[in-house]
């Protein structure tokens, strides 16, 4: 399910999201159909501890996200609503006693899915980054100065070109490990479920695990040790604090301004809106249904935020009836998504009610630059069977959501 990075301007300094893939043509068979996920019960983050030989071996896990509405106009104030997909990224890391190999050790990072490993010296990271004790508490954020210094620990690294992208994950890792375990010697493997850099919130839950995991290895929040293969525990709501917490400073190493709704969905679960900061749970007693496409088109979150914001200098007063236009779609929709409809009228009315605000977020959101052609091919593509799609995350490509209202009669597993 890996994202197949295709544009000749991928690159994560380019700022202008109109570069993301535009030269390409895209046909229907090209699409992936990711999946179709029921969001109103999926779990949040969870933990697993385990003595391994003499050392602990700690995993997390953390679900990616769907955006209903409010992406992009929320990091400008507006509400939002997203949910947890079951699509997850698992962090495991294991911990070497100090001095094993009869020096400081090493810091290992094994991405899996990316097939790339990374190793740095601890002795390394310590001339880099002076001293640091490891630290339980909330975070301190990182400084221009320690990004700097976690690029120039990069320069060592062989990070193929065509996987530059992950330089700014990498960085982020370099920072949340150091910062919460200090020089500790220890062996991190990444998997994930989510293709990365496609709206479904890859690089907050690759935060979230790699924060729960780094914290509970650390001891600065609690779960037990596990009892049997293959079960996970749930952290308490202080902890699940703690973690978000973290997990946004790295969010903000990947993406520059994050508002925080993506740490926030993957860390607590469920479906929820988010307006500056504020989170509330909500409950859909009836399940929505969501077929979610990837369109396979490279983009990177970073550069479109930063092409909005822009936008939004450049128009003030538009960009802000924009902002506002789709702040009222997202708490109509998330009073709707509430409302428990108990006959088949009642469930079409609120269907209907929920693809129209979709559609209408998905007109502002080409307002705000931010659709891609390979997007409008999928929203002609359902549009023939009259159904409503919307680019969810960060879009240029990426993720597109289709509403699945319960008069379609086929089932999508
Ligand atoms: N499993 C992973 N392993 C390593 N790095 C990852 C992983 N998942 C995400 N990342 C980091 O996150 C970046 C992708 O984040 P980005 O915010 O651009 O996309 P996204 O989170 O998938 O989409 P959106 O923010 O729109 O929901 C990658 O370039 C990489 O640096
Ligand atoms: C585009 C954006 O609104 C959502 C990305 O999933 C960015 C953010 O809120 O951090
Ligand atoms: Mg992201």
């Known amino acids: 399910m890996l994202c197949r990075r295709r544009s000749p301007s991928d690159n994560p300094e380019d700022l202008s999201p109109h570069r993301w893939g535009a030269d390409l043509t895209y046909k229907e068979e090209e699409l992936q159909l990711l999946s179709g996920s029921l969001i109103s019960s999926v779990t949040t983050t969870t933990a697993d501890k385990r003595p391994d030989r003499g050392s602990m071996e700690v995993r997390a896990r953390a679900p990616g996200k769907i955006i209903l509405a409010g992406e992009h106009a929320v990091v400008h104030g507006s509400a939002a609503v997203a949910a947890a997909i079951d699509l997850y990224t698992t962090f495991s890391i294991h911990l070497l006693p100090a001095g094993d190999d009869g020096g400081a050790g090493t810091v290992e990072l094994d991405l899996r899915d990316s097939g790339l490993t990374f190793s740095w010296p601890c002795s390394h990271l310590r001339e880099a980054l002076g001293e640091v004790s490891g630290k339980a508490g909330p975070p301190t954020p990182c400084s221009p100065d320690e990004l700097a210094t976690m690029a120039k620990l990069l320069q060592g690294q062989e990070i193929p070109e065509a996987k530059i992208w992950l330089s700014t994950g990498l960085s982020a890792f370099l920072f949340l490990y150091t910062s919460i375990l200090g020089y500790r010697p220890g062996k991190a493997v990444v998997t994930s479920d989510l293709p990365i850099g496609a709206g479904l919130g890859s690089s907050a839950a690759f935060c979230v695990s790699m924060s729960g995991a780094l914290l509970t290895a650390a001891g600065a929040v609690g779960i037990g040790v596990g009892s049997a293969a293959g079960e996970w525990e ?150 023939k069977y009259s159904l409503v799609s919307k680019l969810t995350g960060a879009g240029g490509g990426g993720c597109v959501l289709t509403l699945i209202p319960t008069r379609i009669l086929f089932y999508i597993p």
């Open 234 to 383: 749930l952290f308490g709501k202080d902890d699940l604090e703690l973690v978000n917490l973290w997990a946004f400073q790295g969010e903000k190493i990947i993406h520059g301004k994050p508002s925080g709704i993506d740490n926030s969905v993957s860390t607590f679960g469920s479906m929820i809106k988010f307006k500056k900061g504020e989170l509330t749970n909500l409950k859909s007693r009836n399940p929505v249904k969501m077929l979610i496409t990837d369109t396979r088109v490279g983009r990177n979150t970073k550069a479109l935020v930063a092409g909005v914001s822009e936008r939004a200098s450049r128009h003030p007063d538009a960009m802000a009836s924009v902002f506002h236009a789709v702040n009222s779609i997202s708490e109509e929709l998330s009073s709707i998504v509430e409302l428990t409809a108990e006959d088949e009228v009642a469930i079409t009315s609120k269907e209907d009610k929920l693809a129209e605000l979709m559609e209408m977020n998905q007109g502002l959101l080409q307002c705000m630059g931010v659709s891609h052609s390979s997007i409008e091919t999928v929203l002609r593509t359902t549009l």
